[in-house]
């Protein structure tokens, strides 16, 4: 199907994320089978081909992600999707991406877990995962959605901060959000905004893959165009070269924070709901925030004031928006389908200065307005 | 012979960055890639058009060196980073230089599955029989009864004959030779990159360091004789001389199998287009 103007379509998340990933311009994805994001990669099997780009099953999620590395350093946008055990086999190639500045995206569509948990049921238990799970310290972008067309937009915003930014993004999904169907307004492709990867300016003999930059990102060229340099995920200098000197470390290494930190503005979105009075804020993501938007309104109904900020980026954790609702809120709520991974976070932000109160599932079932209602009523 | 090796040297290799080396000297890493210079040379191949691909360990370090797109990955996952390279640009000569644990054992499953799909890539595994980077380890090619820091008692498990499994798993062309025979090493590696498929060369390789001082070759030159009267060619088998006891060296499978990039681009892309044209009619 090729979508010409806006379209309204009856469609599921893992289908929105596909259509996303073509609408961004993906030409290359790796991966291997794992409920719930099969579906993703059964889409794509069948769009990608038509476009001439490559679908390729691999022996694992270590290798798709290598694979998608290798294809996005030959100059290709690439993608892959897995689950909570495919995404813990992925952590390593992760942290190459991190480190090597590779971009490529990435979808965890979140299953109950650990280890095979349960397939078939939601859960957000990989948040702290998706922020630490590969080793070493390391920055990472996260991005996470509620609604079908969420899932459309934030895949193709994915592949622009993942461009942008040379870093893997990951795209936090859940088992609900991933396999629920709604209507859903497609945009039309002049709509979008779609980021290319920024190539050198200047000849090969001049070109540092690694080198500073006054936006501290610089071009990453392609394989095979003539720019020979060396990729490592050893720490590397300017050229990409290893290197043990501190005098080059400290600089890539300061580079490659500050690359993320300094974009936050760009790259943290939230989406703020009856915030200006509230004196009790509910903090949600994924599917989570649906139920989230249901019990605030039924609370605004009784008189409370309640409101609602949902989570569009997990990492870099949105501090400012947090910071903000303080000026109001007693309490914050945060429920998750998971033992307060978030909420944690909210309480390093919020410290001390109103209470943090956590409403938790983590037994395969989603959270309900009454269940988040009750705690409202409770604390 | 000599002066003709020479440009290869100057033209492919990093020479004024990346030198001198890290491996030991007497490491038959260097020969190694000094096989694949020549080889890249004598068949004048575009050096923005090769890339050279490695996992982790003494060979991981080789890329570091050549004058191609290099691509220095994690440990056993070479092959896996060299199928995307080899997908997005079709064109490009990819090599993948690994070692025999990184080929074989962390790296075993994405060997079998790149031989099985049968991507044009030419896989170079470096087999000295020990984890050389890390000390001296056993690794899954390390001779029976061997003896290696991590089998203080001798090397109780059987090792993995590299030729075999490629050729079980259906690589389209698979060799073997020796650091010693260094020339026929050249020309195996050549054929191997002119080959259309997963093409495999097994080279034995010396790590006196870890493996020789252990086992009764505590030089570089002991284990390079070892090679030499340890091996036998192909050649000299089919003339009727006996390869009882001996490794064989050379050409070892060569066959005619579709390739992967081939069979992607030709005819799944174009059944997807053509249906999809024809759905749009």
């Known amino acids: ?63 798709s992600l290598a694979a998608v ?21 992925m952590q390593e190639n992760l942290g190459f991406a991190v480190a090597a500045e590779i971009p490529c995206v990435l979808v965890n569509v979140q299953r109950a877990g650990p280890s095979t948990g349960q397939p078939t049921a939601p859960a957000q238990g990989d948040v702290m995962q998706a922020r630490w799970g590969t080793h070493g310290d390391h ?22 901060l993942s461009e942008r930014y040379r870093t893997p993004v990951i795209l936090l999904l859940d088992e609900v959000v991933a396999h629920m169907r709604e209507r859903t307004v497609i945009p039309a492709p002049e709509d979008i905004y779609v980021l290319e990867r920024p190539q050198p300016a200047v000849p090969p003999e001049w070109y540092f893959p690694y080198e500073e930059t006054d936006a501290d990102v610089p071009p990453l060229a392609s394989f095979g165009e003539g720019y020979r340099y060396h990729v490592t995920g050893l720490f590397h200098d300017r050229a990409g070269y290893p290197t043990l000197r501190q005098d080059e470390i400290n600089p ?40 989230a938007r249901q019990a605030m309104k039924e609370a605004r109904a009784k008189g409370r004031r309640v409101g609602l900020l949902k989570l569009l980026t997990l990492w870099p954790f949105p501090e400012e928006q947090i910071e903000r609702a303080t000026r109001t809120a007693r309490r914050f709520l945060v429920p998750e389908m998971n033992r307060g991974q978030v909420r944690l976070e909210v309480e390093r932000v919020v410290k001390g200065r109103a209470d943090v109160v956590g409403v938790h599932r983590y037994d395969g079932t989603v959270i309900t307005p009454t269940q988040i209602l009750q705690a409202l009523e409770a604390h | 012979m000599t002066m003709q090796t020479l440009p290869p040297i100057h033209e492919y290799l990093r020479s004024h960055k990346k030198f001198p080396h890290v491996w030991c000297a007497g490491c038959g890493a260097g020969n190694v890639l000094g096989s694949i ?7 004048g191949l575009d050096r923005d058009e090769v890339a050279m691909v490695s996992g982790i360990g003494c060979s991981g370090r080789m890329p570091v060196y050549a004058d191609f797109n290099t691509l220095h990955t994690t440990h056993g996952r070479a092959l896996a980073f060299a199928t995307g390279i080899k997908l997005a640009k079709p064109n490009m000569q990819v090599l993948v230089v690994m070692g025999d644990g990184d080929a074989l054992a962390i790296g075993g499953n994405h060997f079998i599955h790149a031989a099985r799909r049968n991507v044009d890539l030419t896989a170079i595994v470096v087999n000295n029989g020990i984890y050389g980077l890390t000390g001296g380890q056993v690794s899954p090619t390390t001779p029976m009864g061997a003896y290696a820091t ?9 090792p993995f004959d590299i030729a075999k499994i490629a050729d079980a798993a259906g690589a389209s062309f698979v060799a073997r030779g020796t650091v010693y025979h260094i020339l026929e090493l050249e020309k195996l590696i050549e054929q191997a990159i002119v080959k259309r498929g997963f093409s495999v060369v097994e080279v ?14 505590p030089t570089a030159v002991e284990m390079l004789k070892w090679q030499r009267d340890n091996t036998i060619s192909v050649a000299a088998v089919a003339a009727g001389k006996s390869a009882e006891g001996k490794i064989t060296r050379g050409v070892l499978v060569d066959r005619e199998l579709p390739e992967f990039t081939d069979v992607y681009f030709n005819q799944v892309v174009a059944r997807a287009q053509e249906l999809t044209g024809r759905a749009e009619r």
């Open chain 1, 139 to 160: 920055p990472i972008v996260v991005l996470t959605a509620s609604t079908v067309r969420e899932c459309f937009d934030q895949t193709v915003r994915s592949f622009n």
């Open chain 1, 1 to 63: 199907m090729v979508v010409e103007a806006a379209t309204v379509r009856f469609m599921q998340g893992s289908e929105a994320v596909a259509e996303g990933a073509m609408a961004a311009g993906l030409r290359f994805y790796a991966g291997y089978p794992i409920t719930p994001s099969t579906e993703i990669a059964e889409i794509l099997s069948r769009r990608l081909p038509r476009v001439g780009g490559v679908f390729i099953q691999m022996e694992d999620e270590i290798g």
């Open chain 1, 69 to 89: 590395i290798g294809a996005s350093i030959a100059g290709l946008k690439a993608a892959t999707a897995t689950s909570g055990p495919g995404f813990s086999l």
């Open chain 2, 204 to 217: 034995i390789s010396q790590c006196h360091t870890a493996y020789g001082r252990l086992n009764m070759m």
């Open chain 2, 150 to 158: 991590t089998a203080t008692y001798g090397q109780i498990e059987r």
């Open chain 2, 37 to 43: 210079i020549r080889a890249v040379g004598h068949l």
């Open chain 1, 252 to 291: 890539w290494f300061e580079r490659l924070f500050r690359k993320i930190e300094l974009n936050v503005d760009e790259i943290v979105q939230t989406q703020g709901e009856m915030l200006e009075d509230a004196r009790t804020v509910i903090v949600a993501y994924g599917s989570t925030a649906r139920a």
